[in-house]
Every structure is written in structure tokens, then in C-alpha cells.
């Protein structure tokens, strides 16, 4: 039996139910699956591997700097066959670009893309209402990623994938997002922004634990601060309890970015969306 791995980041659980889909269409076609949560730090067996797939959200039109270093981490991957898939609320710009490239350079032969759409917890849709793609992955995708695992075993076997088009990238608006949230950026520039109020803020530490870079600790007097490993993905802002963290995207110049990018999803009859009301960490929809 084939041993295949699939190494995924999921912060709000939708890359990790498509994992999981994909893993049941592989399993069908008698590959033995692993799935890997790339926040338990690097992988030292890939050797033990015949296939690997890498799936990632979308964050600000790329993938997390979390996925790239993973897969900046890998070995040399020899021709091994790889895959990829990615999530995304609204417009993936460069994600799935960049990943497989990163694939390609690690030596890896790709044999599958594929993108699909999860729930888009961005604080600044939700902050201004709005929740893009508020059931998806829905059934129907769900049973796509599971074809998309048959399809992954089919082409591992028979050679005749041929790789699709690389996406377009974002356009010019969104290529200046992801300019002005690059890693040197956020670490060296906002992460120093990321403020709890210490009125408000009852040392309850729910950000400290679902930060994915353990990159929050509490100071002497019980109140969160933050280091420079920071993803730039705010659920520490959006899951405080007590509103109490406020960011970079709170501040007047992203403004009109976040206006721009909910205006372009609103009038796009292919994302799906729902009001909502965000308050105290809960999302409600009106
Ligand atoms: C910090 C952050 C940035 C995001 N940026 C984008 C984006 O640029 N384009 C997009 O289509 N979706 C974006 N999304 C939405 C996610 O890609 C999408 O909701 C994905 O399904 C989340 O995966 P998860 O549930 O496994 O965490 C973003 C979400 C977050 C939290």
C-alpha cells in the first residue's frame, strides 16, 4: 500500500475538513493517508512518503508565512509526486501560485491543484459585517475534494496529468495589500501596534492559546503582548472576549482597503455571503 501525507494549516477548520475529504478519496483508492498539522513544527519522515499535499487558506492573497516556511523546511523532494489545495473566502490572488512554485523548486513533481471555498473569518469583513463564504465548503465541494483525492491516486499512477494554468494574480489593489502586509512588515512594523487594553482585558489567555506562532505571552501584570513571529491573521483580535486587542487593521488606512475588497466580493455572484454582527469574539449572523 502507497503512504501518502497531507500537511495542512487550519485555523478555522475548513482546510482541515477538505484534508479530510481528500484523505477519504485516497484512502478509496488504497493509499494508507496521514494527516499533518504543519503548526506541530517541521517534519523529520517525509522520506517515508510516496505522495505529499500541501493545503493552505488564502491569507491576503498568498499563503500564510507559516506554510511557506514549512515548505521551505522540507528536504530536497526528489521527484516526489505532490499535490496542493487551497482555501479561500473571497479571491485567492497568488496563494496557489506560490505554493506550487515552492513545491517545484523543492524538487517535488506536482500531479494535482485544486481550490475551494471556506468561511472567511478576515476581523475586517466581520468587523464591517460581513461573512463571505459563510457555509463552504459546502456538501457539494466536500464530495469534490474527495474526488480530488481519486483523481490525485489516478494521476500517480498513470502519468497523464497535465498542470493547469497557474491563477492570475490579484489585481493591483490587492498586489498593494499583500505589499504592505509582507512578513518583514508585520513583524518588524506592526507586530509592535497590537495593543490589549488593560482596563478591558481580564488576562484570560484564550489568545495566547489559539495563536498558532505562539507568539503571545502575558506580561507581569497579566496583559498580553506580543512577539515577532506574528502570522498577521488577528484571530487573537477577532476571539478576544472582552474587545479588548486592537491592531493594525483597525487603523484609518485600511479603511479604504477593506471597503475596496468587501465592494469587489458584494457584487460578485459568486461568492456567497452573509451579514453579521461581531462582538465579544462571537460572529452572529442578523
Ligand atoms: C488573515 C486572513 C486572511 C485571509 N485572506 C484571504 C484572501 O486574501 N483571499 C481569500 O479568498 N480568502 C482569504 N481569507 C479567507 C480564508 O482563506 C478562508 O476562509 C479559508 O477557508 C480559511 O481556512 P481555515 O478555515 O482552514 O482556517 C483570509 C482569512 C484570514 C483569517
Redesign the pocket.
Known sequence: MKKALIAY????????SVSEQILKGLNGEQFQVDLYDITEGPLFDINSYDLIGIGS?????RPPFCVVEFIKSLPNLDGLPAFAFV???????K?GNVIRNLLTIKGAKEIGYAKF??????VGYLQRGYLF?PD?PNSNELEMANNFGREIAANFSDNNYIKPDMDSGPGIV?TIENLITKKFLTNYVYSYFFKADAQECNSCKICIEICPNNNIHLDKNGIPRWGRNC?????CEMKCPKDAIKSPVDWLIMAPFMSYNIYQADKDPSIDQVKVVHSKGKTKRV
Open positions: 494549516f487550519s485555523q478555522g477548520g475548513t482546510t482541515r487558506p488564502a491569507y491576503i492573497f482555501m479561500h473566502g473571497t479571491i485567492p490572488g496563494t471555498k471556506g468561511a472567511d473569518f478576515w463564504s463552504n490587492y502570522l498577521f491573521c488577528l484571530y
